[in-house]
T-cell receptor, first 116, second 111 residues
Framework: GAVVSQHPSWVICKSGTSVKIECRSLDFQATTMFWYRQFPKQSLMLMATSNEGSKATYEQGVEKDKFLINHASLTLSTLTVTSAHPEDSSFYIC????????????FGSGTQLSVL | QKEVEQNSGPLSVPEGAIASLNCTYSDRGSQSFFWYRQYSGKSPELIMFIYSNGDKEDGRFTAQLNKASQYVSLLIRDSQPSDSATYLCAVPTGGFQKLVFGTGTRLLVSP
């Protein structure tokens, strides 16, 4: 079946550094991908919609200059957490579905970010 | 923004019992609903989706939708300890693939 690959699975970084997370659709093309954030014991909160070849659409309250999204191809979206701080420590998950198929959606395995 | 509400639980049931999980939503225009299961530290996995009033069954799982009352439920028959997880209700917003999730209900199935 269709798979969404997300890397890295976990990352530990120092405060002030930037971290890049990749989300790849392995056997389908995705014009849009979605980035979620999940704090411990809380639900997934949609951060932004990644659009291939154009700017991402951010949800209210999400800083676009802090969470940089690039969707340069139909199979890859990246989320860069810039100048990370401890409060950015969270579980980040991407999702995507085959273009033209509105009933199938696949999630990446998630990235646990810990900022020291 | 659409709102999806769930009781955070935990809901505790003994092995073999029926677990009933409920979800209410604010947007009367919502047409489809998803139930996901999430184990700790893992990404969500789809259990079922439903878009017609009534029941939809898949193995031990039954989704029930009542659009007039704006709630959707998930029944798990013959609950197993391996069903212990957080169950998330989700509603599409601005497109079928863009989901708003409920807070999730933690289910604990005791042997």
């Amino acid at each position: 079946g269709a798979v969404v690959s997300q890397h890295p699975s976990w990352v530990i970084c120092k405060s002030g550094t930037s971290v890049k997370i990749e989300c790849r659709s392995l056997d389908f093309q995705a014009t849009t991908m979605f980035w979620y954030r999940q704090f411990p014991k809380q639900s997934l909160m949609l951060m932004a919609t990644s659009n291939e070849g154009s700017k991402a659409t951010y949800e209210q309250g999400v800083e676009k200059d802090k969470f940089l999204i690039n969707h340069a191809s139909l199979t890859l979206s990246t989320l860069t957490v810039t100048s990370a701080h401890p409060e950015d420590s969270s579980f980040y998950i991407c999702s995507a579905g085959p273009r033209g198929n509105n009933e199938k959606l696949f999630f990446g395995s998630g990235t646990q970010l810990s900022v020291l | 923004q659409k709102e999806v509400e769930q009781n955070s639980g935990p809901l505790s049931v003994p092995e073999g019992a029926i677990a009933s999980l409920n979800c209410t939503y604010s947007d009367r225009g919502s047409q489809s609903f998803f139930w996901y299961r999430q184990y700790s530290g893992k990404s969500p996995e789809l259990i079922m989706f439903i878009y017609s009033n009534g029941d939809k069954e898949d193995g031990r799982f039954t989704a029930q939708l009542n659009k007039a009352s704006q709630y959707v439920s998930l029944l798990i028959r013959d609950s197993q300890p391996s069903d212990s997880a957080t169950y998330l209700c989700a509603v599409p917003t601005g497109g079928f693939q863009k989901l708003v999730f409920g807070t999730g209900t933690r289910l604990l199935v005791s042997p």
